[in-house]
């Protein structure tokens, strides 16, 4: 088969699988060494697969369920199901897998016209393939797209399958469709993000068979650069759950007023109902916060022993108590559901300004002895000790988890500036239009001092 017709038949890349193998593409090479014929086997892989990709998965999603349910909601069904929060931009995803494999084609061209006698070198139009694909300006900020949102699509899926029952129905006729080759549509969904990460070991192959040292620098170049595009995406997808976490904490902790706290405090009268609430009740979900750990531990307090859930910030540490309060279902004929509450027990402890140690006892026949212990001390910026918080996790393993976790977010310490923050909160204007005019100024600067 000659070139012509080889890229001929490769080149149809949305209609049919490929029709010829790795060895009818680069012809010639069964007399090759057999680090050079793994290598073109490796080259063969990657293009076979993102066609396989972008026919078997991206094409199915967009032919067998996502126009379809288009054109049911033309016809007055399924009109409450969003195709767009369904499938986000999985158009785009179509468009960027056509031009990878269109572009393999024409640069394979250039290889295959290059002849016998330099066993087709592919390290040149590896560069330019991924060159292309990493620096699109659309390309690597889709699949981050993608990513980010895939968690709250599979949610989305599961509320649309519990409150619809037609849309069940229409899942089964799609199914039922040969191309989706007994694929669910979550099998589907999940696919950009498998594609995604397949690419640097799919690179690694071609590396390894790699022999010229030069070549082999250029290779491991375009895999670095593809390691740091899925770092960017990883962090995208992290930063964007841990800041979901943040603002379910953010209304699931309770933050005592300040009468509550200190009882025989005199507040004057001007200022009961803006004291009533705390000012940091709004500023937990702030964007560079981040949770580095929670969990259950034991609070050890005037010999008494009790349960507490602790929470581990880049930032601060915050130990609370957990409440199940009452709340109305948002779903109509639901009644009340409990949820979780966490009612904050102690100031939360700045990392900048705390002390932290293992306190494990050895004294078992003693009272007061401690299991699985450490005690984080709080000091004011002038070294004045004004708390003191002694734990007790439930095994040594998680004793060492805590205490490593601590280590690394002090040494990774941030400090968060709430200035501005706090002057956007409900309660800052309503202090504000409760006192004097120099009294927001005056607790703006102590907000800032304290950073």
Known sequence: MDDGRRLSAAGSTDKAEMPVTWE??????????????????????????????????????????????????????????????????????????????????????????????????????????????????????????????????????????????????????????????????????????????????????IYRFTEDEEDKAKVEKVIETMNENLRSIDDSVQWLHNFERLQQLQNQVVWPSIGDLEPRSYIPEFLKVALSRQFCENLLAHPRRKLIHEGHLEFVENGRITDCYAFLFNDMFLLTKTKKCAIKSKKAGAGTIKQEHYVVQKQPVPLDSCVFCD???????????????????????????VSICTLQAASKEEKDLWIDKFQESIENYESIQLKDMLKCTPLFQAFRCNSHSKLPSAVGTRQHSLH
Not at 132 to 150: H, L, W
Request: glycine share 2%; aromatic share 10%; proline share 3%.
């Open 24 to 205: 009818e593409m680069f012809f010639g090479s069964e007399n090759f060494p057999p680090n050079d014929r793994k290598r073109l086997q490796s080259v063969w892989e990657l293009f076979h697969s993102e066609l396989n990709f972008l026919q078997r998965q991206l094409l199915v999603l967009r032919n067998v369920y996502k126009e379809p349910l288009k054109k049911c909601q033309v016809e007055g069904c399924l009109l409450t199901v969003e195709p767009d929060l369904l499938f986000g931009n999985l158009d785009q995803l179509c468009r960027i897998s056509r031009r990878f494999c269109q572009s393999f084609l024409t640069l394979l061209k250039e290889v295959t016209d290059q002849g016998l006698d330099l066993r087709y070198n592919t390290t040149h139009m590896i560069v330019k393939l991924f060159e292309k694909f990493s620096r699109g300006p659309s390309t690597i900020s889709a699949y981050q797209a993608y990513c980010i949102n895939y968690k709250a699509t599979m949610e989305y899926l599961g509320s649309i399958r519990q409150r619809e029952e037609r849309f069940t129905e229409f899942e089964r006729v799609c199914l039922a469709d040969q191309r989706c080759e007994r694929l669910q549509l979550e099998d589907l969904l999940i696919s950009p993000l498998q594609r995604i990460t397949r690419l640097p070991i799919l690179l690694k192959e």
């Open 359 to 385: 306190a494990e006892s050895n004294e078992a026949s003693s009272s007061a002895a401690l299991r699985h212990a450490f005690v984080i001390i709080h000091l004011t910026r002038y070294y004045q000790v």
